[in-house]
């Protein structure tokens, strides 16, 4: 391991005396409970030639408990947002310093879709050629469910640059009455959308505005990094909202588990509901209590090590764990050895998947990794320098892009999916072109 990456005294030289460890930690311990998650709770069958997908929520109530805790997805947004809050300077925003100026929308937003969008090209090119292949080697009803879920993992990376371009919104939380008016105008509308759709006025579209809640977790980011609420109110907070949630689940409609299942009547996930709105200011609150002590334990040279590491391949490890979750699970089911709950081998073949794909897993992330962080020809480079309209032009691009990306997840690569990426990749093309390289660059080139 030391000979592929830096080691611990590397990267303690390398980090900043004020650099806030506790979100990397955060946002590195978040992702690889997302890929552990995925990878126990994955169950596989292949009956009379049809593939099934499904996983032990289904058949589990004590599973579905546990998404209280293990649905950990809205720490990535806040994570996020902390991480680049302060990257951003309004336009006329109080504490920013009147010399400076704007941070111009599109060339901002373009900036973070340059590094997250990177590896998302090799991730898509890879599907391309294994769905062509596989089209001519798997059964149909095989086939279509493998190629259903080969880009399910994108949803979050959609609704994340969604919450990254609201960024000139959530820097205008200065105070916490703002903290206060903003999170309670969300809640309010994902309480009133979800009435909406549990009395039958609302169709799926307005559901879809629910998607709103995902900036609740950027707000409370924008809090912490402000320091707008203290430990013991952040945990105050956390308590209240895991009581709201309890009460709203006693009362209903909402259902248990906040990972979505084919059986909820009323999904917490896909579109977000209520319960998942108030399951992420109860998450967020109690990461923002906990984070000093996070702070001091990333102290550790090793634990910073794996976090730093962790984080200059986080997209890495988030979109390849599934290709080769899937892989396993193939091979086996056609084995004859399905995991699936009420087959005798259920305990032992889980924990013998569990080991090989955290073995393949990392290896994938050790061969991949240097991607992620390498320019890509014809990608990187783009810059937008000033506010304007080819800024403004540049960020609706990349919003469209993300909103494509969203919507492609559910039909995966297949039907109105390959549309959907269609559009993706379009925009994110259209917003490359719009933005002309820096200056600096051209400069550099004559």
Request: with cysteine; aromatic share 10%.
């Given at each position: 391991?030391?000979?592929?990456?830096?080691?611990?005294?590397?990267i303690?030289?390398?980090?900043?005396?004020?650099?806030?460890?506790?979100?990397?930690?955060?946002?590195?311990?978040?992702?690889?409970?997302?890929?552990?998650?995925?990878?126990?709770?994955?169950?596989?069958?292949?009956?009379?030639?049809?593939?099934?997908?499904?996983?032990?929520?289904?058949?589990?109530?004590?599973?579905?408990?546990?998404?209280?805790?293990?649905?950990?997805?809205?720490?990535?947004f806040?994570?996020?947002?902390?991480?680049?809050?302060?990257?951003?300077?309004?336009?006329?925003?109080?504490?920013?310093?009147?010399?400076?100026?704007?941070?111009?929308?599109?060339?901002?937003?373009?900036?973070?879709?340059?590094?997250?969008?990177?590896?998302?090209?090799?991730?898509?090119?890879f599907?391309t050629?294994?769905?062509?292949?596989?089209?001519?080697?798997?059964?149909?009803?095989?086939?279509?469910?493998?190629?259903?879920i080969?880009?399910?993992?994108?949803?979050?990376?959609?609704?994340?640059?969604?919450?990254?371009?609201a960024?000139?919104?959530?820097?205008?939380?200065?105070?916490?009455?703002?903290?206060?008016?903003?999170i309670?105008?969300?809640?309010?509308?994902v309480?009133?959308v979800?009435?909406?759709?549990?009395?039958?006025?609302?169709?799926?579209?307005?559901?879809?505005?629910?998607?709103?809640?995902?900036?609740?977790?950027?707000?409370?980011?924008?809090?912490?990094?402000?320091?707008?609420?203290?430990?013991?109110?952040?945990?105050?907070?956390?308590?209240?909202?895991?009581?709201?949630?309890?009460?709203?689940?006693?009362?209903?409609p909402?259902?248990?588990?906040?990972?979505?299942?084919?059986?909820?009547?009323l999904?917490?996930?896909?579109?977000?509901?209520?319960?998942?709105?108030?399951h992420?200011?109860?998450?967020?609150?109690?990461?923002?209590a906990?984070?000093?002590?996070?702070?001091?334990?990333?102290?550790r040279?090793?634990?910073?090590?794996?976090?730093?590491?962790?984080?200059?391949?986080?997209?890495?490890?988030?979109?390849?764990?599934?290709?080769?979750?899937?892989?396993?699970?193939?091979?086996?089911?056609?084995?004859?050895?399905?995991?699936?709950?009420?087959?005798?081998h259920?305990?032992?073949?889980?924990?013998?998947?569990?080991?090989?794909?955290?073995?393949?897993?990392?290896?994938?992330?050790?061969?991949?990794?240097?991607?992620?962080?390498?320019?890509?020809?014809?990608?990187?480079?783009?810059?937008?320098?000033?506010?304007?309209?080819?800024?403004?032009?540049?960020?609706?691009?990349?919003?469209?892009?993300?909103?494509?990306?969203?919507a492609?997840?559910?039909?995966?690569?297949?039907?109105?999916?390959?549309?959907?990426?269609?559009?993706?990749?379009?925009?994110?093309?259209?917003?490359?072109i719009?933005?002309?390289?820096?200056?600096?660059?051209?400069?550099?080139v004559?």
């Amino acid at each position: 391991m030391a000979l592929v990456f830096p080691t611990a005294i590397e990267i303690e030289q390398r980090t900043r005396p004020d650099r806030d460890r506790a979100i990397d930690v955060i946002r590195i311990v978040a992702l690889v409970g997302v890929v552990a998650g995925h990878t126990v709770m994955a169950t596989s069958a292949i009956v009379d030639g049809v593939f099934i997908w499904d996983n032990l929520l289904s058949t589990s109530i004590v599973f579905q408990a546990l998404t209280w805790i293990f649905q950990i997805m809205p720490l990535f947004f806040f994570a996020g947002v902390a991480a680049w809050v302060e990257s951003y300077r309004a336009g006329g925003q109080e504490r920013s310093d009147p010399g400076m100026q704007p941070s111009p929308w599109g060339g901002w937003l373009l900036k973070r879709c340059t590094r997250l969008y990177r590896p998302v090209f090799y991730y898509l090119a890879f599907w391309t050629v294994a769905l062509v292949v596989l089209r001519h080697v798997l059964p149909e009803h095989v086939y279509e469910p493998v190629a259903g879920i080969s880009i399910q993992l994108l949803w979050f990376l959609g609704a994340y640059v969604l919450v990254l371009a609201a960024m000139p919104l959530l820097t205008r939380i200065t105070t916490g009455a703002r903290l206060v008016v903003a999170i309670a105008a969300t809640y309010g509308l994902v309480a009133v959308v979800d009435h909406l759709r549990v009395a039958g006025h609302a169709g799926a579209v307005l559901g879809y505005v629910n998607l709103v809640a995902w900036v609740i977790p950027g707000m409370l980011g924008v809090a912490y990094r402000r320091g707008l609420i203290g430990t013991s109110r952040a945990f105050a907070l956390g308590a209240c909202a895991f009581g709201v949630n309890a009460a709203l689940l006693w009362v209903g409609p909402y259902e248990l588990s906040l990972v979505g299942i084919e059986t909820q009547e009323l999904k917490n996930m896909s579109p977000p509901s209520l319960l998942m709105a108030g399951h992420s200011i109860m998450l967020c609150a109690f990461a923002i209590a906990l984070a000093p002590a996070i702070d001091r334990w990333a102290r550790r040279p090793r634990v910073w090590r794996l976090a730093v590491i962790g984080n200059t391949g986080a997209m890495t490890l988030y979109l390849w764990h599934m290709p080769v979750l899937l892989a396993v699970h193939l091979v086996f089911d056609y084995l004859g050895l399905p995991r699936f709950p009420g087959e005798p081998h259920f305990v032992v073949l889980s924990v013998v998947q569990l080991v090989l794909v955290a073995v393949l897993v990392f290896a994938a992330f050790v061969a991949l990794r240097p991607l992620e962080n390498e320019p890509l020809p014809l990608w990187d480079g783009g810059s937008v320098t000033a506010p304007g309209p080819r800024s403004a032009l540049v960020g609706t691009l990349l919003c469209i892009a993300a909103a494509a990306t969203l919507a492609s997840v559910g039909w995966g690569l297949k039907d109105e999916g390959v549309y959907c990426v269609s559009v993706m990749v379009g925009a994110l093309v259209a917003a490359r072109i719009a933005a002309s390289v820096s200056p600096s660059v051209r400069a550099s080139v004559r």
